[in-house]
């Protein structure tokens, strides 16, 4: 069992940054691919990034190619999301998901979720 516990959120102008951090209870966490999802008030969660158990590869939804950067540091167990030039349409719980399987891009294929954190962008 892996427990994820999301961090970094806030409320922040719209074109400033935040980074959210994911912290893993698994010291195997290499092993485990990593992924951050979305869920906006009244719309379905959806996919933002996802990065595989070595960091080497990674994917974006196009709404934040160039803007977003998903890394981690296996060592410390924890997987980040950089959001740079934040937009109004950005604003969402943010939630961290794990699979031993990298790179899926839907709900259901994700096995370990955290609890999620607030991103709220404003004008």
């Known amino acids: 069992q892996v427990q994820l516990v999301e961090s970094g959120g806030g409320l922040v102008q719209a074109g400033g940054s935040l980074r959210l951090s994911c912290a893993a209870s698994?010291?195997?966490?290499?092993?485990?691919?990593g992924a951050w999802f979305r869920q906006a008030p009244g719309k379905e969660r959806e996919f933002v990034a996802g990065?595989?158990?070595?960091?080497?590869?990674?994917t974006y939804t196009d709404s934040v190619k160039g803007r977003f950067t998903i890394s981690r540091d296996n060592a410390k167990n924890t997987v980040y999301l950089q959001m740079n030039n934040l937009r109004l349409e950005d604003t969402a719980v943010y939630f961290c998901?794990?699979?031993?399987?990298?790179?899926?891009?839907?709900?259901?294929?994700?096995?370990?979720w955290g609890r999620g954190t607030q991103v709220t962008v404003s004008s």
């Open positions: 998901a794990a699979d031993q399987t990298p790179l899926r891009t839907r709900v259901s294929e994700y096995d370990y």
């Open positions: 698994t010291r195997t966490f290499g092993y485990y691919a």
């Open positions: 990065i595989t158990g070595s960091g080497l590869t990674t």
